[in-house]
């Protein structure tokens, strides 16, 4: 059973690097909402030297046939591909323009979509999709113009509006940004100390990365790749009330000047830092069943270094004109 369990683990890790393969990339998105309820969404996706170099080879080897709308196009700038992005936010969100970024070896985009009513607007949540589409829209460009429409996904985060002299939006959370802190409390108390969650008496970290078990070689090795990846990625969703922004009852405090409000982030260059990455990246792999299906893994995340969730079912934000 324990060979199996690292068998398991090892599997995990393999799979969460073959994920990175696809979203070792820094992406930002921002939701504008004037008051009105129409408003923009900018989508900033940035790759690093050594990722470019690695599609650009797997483009290369690729047979013609299956590089749909590459052919003509740069493809780490497919514009019919950033298009059809826009469907994956809302039947509502049209596509406006988008910008190329090619600067010192790192590529990426910066793609505007529009929107009239927020209400339209969702934005899925879950981690097992993310960076799956950026990577693919590298290879594939119309093609995603027949994908079927999924509605709002289960993981989804969505908004309400009431417009007014003061009109207030609420932005609806998943259940997996709900409840962390109570979720962790429910974990074993080893894998709480080894994420370094557990203070002793002097209130220092109470760590025991080991716990008496060393991972094998194997396991090692696939931690060590999927690790290499993970260093290079950040996800960030901002939503800016442009206007007078009057409230929120978010836990981590808006910028009130520029009316931005942080939902998510999750920056591993700073968990890395910390010296958590590698801890972190052996639970979440614990916590993964290789042949389908997770637990949640913003429970290990919650509390480390460079992640930053907003946790309550809903954040309402109240603004008006200025």
């Keep these: ?9 090892c599997l995990s ?37 050594v990722t470019v170099a ?21 493809p780490l700038f497919n514009t019919a591909a950033l ?20 600067h010192a070896g790192h590529r990426g985009a910066v793609a505007v979509y529009s929107f009239l009513d ?7 949540a879950g981690l097992k999709d993310g960076g799956m589409f950026a990577f693919a829209q590298f290879m594939h460009g119309e093609s995603f113009d027949m994908m079927p429409d999924q509605g709002i996904p289960s993981e989804a985060i969505t908004f309400q509006l009431t417009t007014g002299t003061t009109s207030r939006l609420t932005i609806v959370l998943p259940e997996t940004f709900r409840d962390l802190e ?14 370094g969650l557990i203070k ?6 109470a760590a025991d990365s080991t716990d008496g078990e060393v991972p094998d070689e194997h396991v090692r090795a696939a931690m060590d790749e999927a690790m290499s990846m993970y260093r290079n990625m950040s996800s960030i969703l901002d939503v800016q009330v442009n206007g007078e922004l009057i409230s929120s009852t978010a836990k981590h405090p808006p910028d009130k000047p520029t009316g931005r409000q942080t939902v998510f982030a999750l920056d591993f260059a700073a968990m890395d830092r910390s010296g958590r990455l590698g801890e972190v990246m052996m639970q979440m792999a614990g916590m993964m069943d290789p042949f389908g299906g997770s637990s949640n893994p913003f ?24």
Excluded at 54 to 74: C, K, S, W
Excluded at 85 to 97: D, H, I, Q, T
Excluded at 200 to 205: A, I, L, M, R, W
């Design 1 to 9: 059973m324990h060979g199996m369990r690292k068998r398991s683990i």
């Design 13 to 49: 890790l393999l799979m969460i690097s073959g994920a990175c393969l696809s979203g070792c990339l820094r992406q930002k998105v921002l939701v504008a909402v004037e008051q009105d309820g129409s408003g923009e969404i900018a989508v900033t996706r940035i790759m690093p030297p």
């Design 54 to 74: 690695m599609i650009l080879e797997q483009v290369a080897h690729m047979p013609a046939q299956a590089r749909h709308g590459t052919a003509t196009e740069d």
């Design 83 to 102: 298009r059809a992005e826009a469907r994956l936010y809302g039947p509502g969100v049209s596509f406006k323009n988008a910008r190329k970024i090619d």
């Design 118 to 124: 927020v209400r339209d607007v969702f934005f899925n």
């Design 182 to 195: 109570t979720k962790q409390e429910k974990l074993p108390e080893n894998i709480r100390r080894k994420l």
């Design 200 to 205: 002793d008496e002097s209130g220092t970290n």
């Design 299 to 322: 429970t290990v995340f919650y509390g480390q270094e460079g992640f930053v969730i907003e946790s309550a079912p809903e954040i309402v934000i109240e603004f008006k004109s200025r």
